[in-house]
């Protein structure tokens, strides 16, 4: 029946025919092993298709859910991982078979005899197989995918005059978003698979027009050695390479199956990027390269090399084949060879060798097993655009309400993302699943080695505060953790900046939020703490002296003199001028007295001035004398001399406004405990070299100076901090707490609430959406509350941005020019509702806007 079959379908397609001619290729010399390696480099591509297809069922080319159809393919469908692991080392077994085709090639001198378009139809095949490698990698957009990708586009962005637009054609636009994984998973799934097909129907016609070169000392174009059909034997080696390698893959994707990191982060700066293994020498070799060279190693070096692998059958034009007869080209290619293994070798030596490198990829890594290991977390996509924030079901826990707040006053949603989600830094909800309550207190207070290579600070707050801040992490994920932050429990250090003797409490919002922008805009870091000078003369004498329209005048454009001072323009819209003047207006001149020493009590009611008959009551009961039991027993005064230093040498920046620690540096609470005598001076002077790589200067005051601010830093401490609290948790009515001002429903809220309901003043509906956009996507982290007067990081947005007409802005954001990509401006993926809204609020930043 077989064979009546075979017969049967033999009459109508000549299948017969087809498998002589196939099969009974006549191979000079005999079957050799030496030749396995093409049908080998077959079989793979083969296997890469079969492999992609079943992928591409579950994927879905989007930002949004790139990642998580990858997560869903490698964690829930079943031998997901296997099948995602064979096409990962297949693309990288690919790689390792086509440079041994090529190498015993160019050995046995196969292309030459009238074979220069079948090693060219090669050469072409090699490059294709290169970008499919270099397309593939950014299809599960994870951290690794993601700036792998940047530094690779990047690259092509060196290339002159076509370079831009190069990157642009490959990006879709100026960053890395949609239309760049959608382009590359075309051209992945598509385009390169199909030139493929065409080269690979291309080279064996040619190869099969040309014929078999043969052993090495066969003559290339009238072969005399007896030939041998290409079955049974040569067919036999190439089936037991292409079981070898089902066996490795199998092997490979089986026992160490490929990992998911989290999913891309542009925002991230400290990731750091590598390629995949067959990619290193060229990210080595572009290290040496800097300025306008780099046109050389990206363009000129790697353009020869290219050119010379496709002309090697006119440059070695001579018949003869063995190697050992033609030293020059067997050097040249050797030298090639090795050269591309020291680099890739030196790479990975040179991040072995620097201790920060080396702990950041270990981190990196450890992120990408975890993640792994992590359960599936499906995509949900709320309808309307973004999700508003969860309620809490029942009535809100005091103590995780505290833990909220000393998670933000601490900074630690700028790396852990908003309710701890994940960000920059890993993600903490289920955190109290991993780690009991005191081995969490433990990490806090001291952590480990991983958590500081991610540059995570110790947590010094009081007992109290760690107990609350523990309690809020168990919650996380839930809708416990939906809770307002209060921030009068929590002992967060603001107390000792606002509501300080010099500094006048405000008692309107518009004066409250000038004191966000006093403090935001650096003005406290030269004027001091209320105006009362520091390394610029104190502002009320000043002030007092000129008009509102004089003042707005100066602060648009200073004069010589106090553009010597270093003093720059203020480029803030008119209402938030008008905020920061009416701020201004309220200070008052401090009287001169000698600085009080630190254990000394606060003077006495005859010693303080007293207000005047005019004056607001909210002014004339932060006048009122601080007594011994203002401050719940606290009988010490911080030395406001040490503290004018601590903020004119801007300490705070880094440190927080009472040396409570942010993210950028560590607290200094009970510093002068841990270096007591002579240590603390030596290490301000002297700063370790762990302090200098976190940005720490040397302090260059004089002696006396230097005394004044150890003193003040030695009455920073954990119990001082709590003890400007009453025993109820809350500020009494005499102490200095924080600066507050009282919302409609008489609870106290804090100086960036007042700025935000300033910068909300007369926005439409769509335009107060757009504000919650604003906030939900964290763009206040460096566009500053509200987004209007900036940070260190970005600028406002006010008469910048917000001047653009809507058509352009919403480009801008959705295709980021190329300073906003340097300066590291992350990926705006919403839909159209949020976007609208988004940009209806910028618009409404205007300074036109703003003015009163």
């Known amino acids: 029946m077989a064979s009546r079959a075979f017969r049967w379908l033999d009459k109508r397609t000549g299948v017969h025919e087809i498998l002589k001619v196939s099969l009974d290729e006549p191979i000079p010399g005999g079957a050799r092993l030496a030749y396995v390696f093409g049908s080998g480099l077959l079989f793979i591509f083969i296997s890469q298709i079969i492999t992609g297809i079943c992928l591409a069922l579950y994927y879905v080319p989007s930002a949004e859910t790139a990642h998580t159809s990858v997560a869903y393919i490698t964690k829930q469908v079943a031998a997901g991982a296997f099948l995602r692991s064979l096409h990962y080392y297949g693309s990288s077994a690919m790689i390792i078979v086509l440079a041994l085709h090529f190498l015993q090639t160019f050995l046995y001198g196969s292309f030459k005899g009238r074979r220069e378009l079948l090693w060219i139809s090669g050469a072409v095949l090699s490059f294709l197989v290169l970008g499919m490698g270099f397309t593939g990698y950014l299809l599960p957009w994870d951290q690794k995918a993601y700036f792998a990708t940047a530094v690779g586009t990047n690259i092509v962005g060196e290339v002159p005059w076509a370079g831009a637009w190069m990157t642009r054609l490959l990006r879709g636009g100026d960053v890395i978003g949609t239309l760049t994984l959608s382009r590359f998973y075309v051209a992945h799934v598509f385009v390169i698979p199909a030139c493929i097909f065409a080269f690979i129907g291309a080279h064996i016609m040619l190869f099969r027009k040309a014929g078999p070169a043969g052993p090495i000392k066969e003559d290339p174009i009238n072969p005399k050695l007896a030939p041998e059909g290409f079955y049974p034997r040569q067919v036999i080696m190439d089936m037991a390479l292409a079981l070898l390698l089902m066996i490795g893959l199998g092997f490979l994707s089986y026992f160490h199956p490929e990992t998911l990191g989290p999913v891309a982060n ?10 995949e293994w067959y990619y290193l020498p060229m990210f080595q070799w572009l290290k040496y390269w800097e300025g306008p060279k780099v046109v050389l190693a990206v363009v000129v070096v790697p353009g020869l090399l290219a050119l010379a692998f496709f002309l090697m059958p006119f440059l070695d034009r001579s018949l003869e084949r063995r190697p050992w007869r033609r030293p020059i080209p067997v050097l040249a290619v050797a030298f090639v060879v090795f050269g591309m293994v020291f680099l890739g070798a030196r790479s990975h030596i040179d991040d072995k060798r620097d201790p920060g490198t ?24 709320s ?3 973004t999700p508003a924030p969860a309620s809490a079901t029942g009535p809100s826990n005091p103590q995780v309400s505290r833990g909220k707040a000393v998670f933000t006053a601490h900074g630690c949603a700028g790396c852990h993302g908003e309710a701890g989600a994940g960000g920059i830094a890993t993600k903490l909800v289920g955190i109290s699943a991993k780690y009991p309550a005191a081995q969490l207190t433990a990490l806090l207070h001291d952590p480990n080695a991983q958590m500081r290579a991610g540059k995570m600070p110790a947590v010094d707050v009081s007992s109290a505060d760690m107990a609350a801040l523990v309690a809020y992490l168990g919650v996380l994920g839930t809708s416990a953790a939906n809770v307002p932050a209060d921030v009068n429990m929590a002992s967060t250090g603001v107390a000792a900046v606002e509501g300080s003797a010099t500094e006048p409490a405000p008692t309107t919002p518009q004066a409250a ?20 000078g520091g390394r610029e003369p104190a502002l009320a004498t000043l002030l007092a002296q000129l008009s509102d329209a004089q003042l707005t005048q100066l602060l648009r454009n200073p004069n010589a003199k106090m553009k010597a001072g270093g003093m720059a323009a203020v ?11 009416t701020y201004l207006r309220g200070m008052r001149a401090a009287p001169p007295s000698p600085e009080p020493p630190v254990a000394e009590a606060a003077s006495s009611p005859a010693e303080t001035p007293a207000p005047s008959a005019n004056a607001p009551a909210a002014t004339i009961a932060n006048t009122a004398p601080v007594t011994a039991t203002t401050a719940a027993g606290s009988t010490a005064t911080k030395p406001s001399a040490g503290r004018t230093l601590f903020m004119a040498q801007g300490c705070a920046a880094c ?36 302090m200098r790589n976190g940005g720490m200067p040397a302090v260059t005051v004089d002696d006396a100076q230097l005394q004044q601010l150890i003193r003040y830093l030695d009455s920073l401490n954990t119990a001082t901090q709590a003890a400007s609290l009453p025993a109820s948790g809350k500020p009494s009515a005499n102490s200095a707490g924080p600066t507050k001002s009282a919302n409609a429903t008489g609870a106290a809220q804090t100086p960036e609430e007042t700025a935000r309901q300033v910068a909300a003043l007369a926005l439409n509906p769509e335009e107060q959406f757009g504000q919650k956009v604003f906030q939900r996507n964290a763009c206040e982290t460096c566009h500053g509350i509200a987004g209007l007067q900036g940070t260190v990081a970005a600028p406002g947005l ?12 919403e480009n801008l954001l959705r295709h980021h020019s190329i300073r906003m990509k340097k300066g590291g401006m992350p990926l705006t993926n919403m839909n159209a509702k949020d976007m609208q809204a988004l940009v209806a609020y910028i618009r409404s930043m205007t300074p036109a806007a703003g003015a009163q």
Do not use: N, W
């Open 513 to 532: 939020a000038g004191l966000l922008l006093y403090q935001s805009t650096g003005c406290i870091a030269c004027h001091g703490p209320g105006g009362s």
């Open 266 to 275: 542009p925002a991230d700066t400290t990731f750091l990027p590598r390629p």
């Open 655 to 690: 440190h927080g406004a009472s040396g409570e620690g942010t993210h950028f540096a560590p607290s200094l609470l009970g510093i002068g405990a841990k270096f007591p005598g002579d240590a603390m001076p030596t290490l301000l002077r002297h700063p370790t070299s762990a």
């Open 358 to 381: 080396a702990a950041q990829i270990a981190t990196q890594e450890a992120q990408e097993k975890a993640y792994t290991a992590e359960p599936f977390e499906p995509y949900v996509e």
């Open 571 to 581: 480029t803030l819209p008119a209402k938030q001028v008008s905020s920061l003047i």
């Open 383 to 385: 309808p309307g655009g």
């Open 798 to 809: 006010a008469g910048t941005a917000s001047i653009l007409p809507a058509a352009t802005l």
